[in-house]
Nanobody
Framework: QVQLVESGGGLVQAGGSLRLSCAASGRTFSGYTMGWFRQAPGKEREFVAAISWMGGITLYGDSVKGRFTISRDNAKNTVYLQMNTLKPEDTAVYYC?????????????????WGQGTQVTVSS
């Protein structure tokens, strides 16, 4: 079992930045591929980014590529999502997820463990 707790969400103006954190506990964190997803009201959950267990490989959703950066610190059992140049359409609940797999995935069904989510609101 892996427990995930997100933090760092909030209200920001368009063009601003936020950094989300996801603290993991339970089983060995470093063996997991980690991902961030988001879900806006009335919309399906959307893939944002994923990172390999050693941090050397990353994958991004098309809508955030070039603006968001995923990273991890295995010594701190934490994964981060640095979000820059935020847009109103980035408004959503952001979820951290963990998958015990080697390859990265955009599919939410490939991730076994999920956090409770943190709200990000971007005002225009």
């Amino acid at each position: 079992q892996v427990q995930l707790v997100e933090s760092g969400g909030g209200l920001v103006q368009a063009g601003g930045s936020l950094r989300l954190s996801c603290a993991a506990s339970g089983r060995t964190f470093s063996g997991y591929t980690m991902g961030w997803f988001r879900q806006a009201p009335g919309k399906e959950r959307e893939f944002v980014a994923a990172i390999s267990w050693m941090g050397g490989i990353t994958l991004y959703g098309d809508s955030v590529k070039g603006r968001f950066t995923i990273s991890r610190d295995n010594a701190k059992n934490t994964v981060y999502l640095q979000m820059n140049t935020l847009k109103p359409e980035d408004t959503a609940v952001y979820y951290c997820a963990a998958a015990l797999r080697a390859s990265l995935s955009r599919k939410s069904t490939d991730y076994a463990y999920w956090g409770q989510g943190t709200q990000v609101t971007v005002s225009s």
